[in-house]
């Protein structure tokens, strides 16, 4: 069992900076990749970025150039530095862990752990 606790979310201005945070505990061996997805109010919960062990990462169209997912290996943290935020990036972002499978899909059905997920509200 993996438990994924966030942090770091908010309400800012278009235009603006935030980070998140998401440290894993337990059995985190077999979580080859860690992410985020979002999910917007009436929308479908989408992949944002994810990153794998190894480092290699992996980011959706709408957010490539403007975030940047990293990790500490060593404290089995990932974060989401988020830049130029726009009011579209408006969502209840989840971090996710699953295995590699979950870095090649980018798709929700392969995550095998949730975080509680965080606000992030970005006004014009």
């Known amino acids: 069992q993996v438990l994924l606790v966030e942090s770091g979310g908010g309400s800012v201005q278009a235009g603006g900076s935030l980070r998140l945070s998401c440290a894993a505990y337990g059995h985190t061996y077999g979580s080859n990749s860690m992410g985020w997805f979002r999910q917007a109010p009436g929308k479908e919960r989408e992949a944002v970025a994810v990153i794998q062990r190894t480092g290699t990462t992996r980011y959706a169209d709408s957010v490539k150039g403007r975030f940047t997912i990293s990790q500490d290996n060593s404290k089995n943290t990932v974060y989401l530095q988020m830049n130029s935020l726009k009011p579209e990036d408006t969502a209840m972002y989840f971090c996710?862990?699953?295995?590699?499978?979950?870095?090649?899909?980018?798709?929700?059905?392969?995550?095998?752990?949730w975080g509680q997920g965080t606000q992030v509200f970005v006004s014009p």
């Open positions: 996710a862990a699953g295995s590699t499978l979950l870095y090649t899909s980018f798709d929700v059905r392969w995550v095998n752990y």
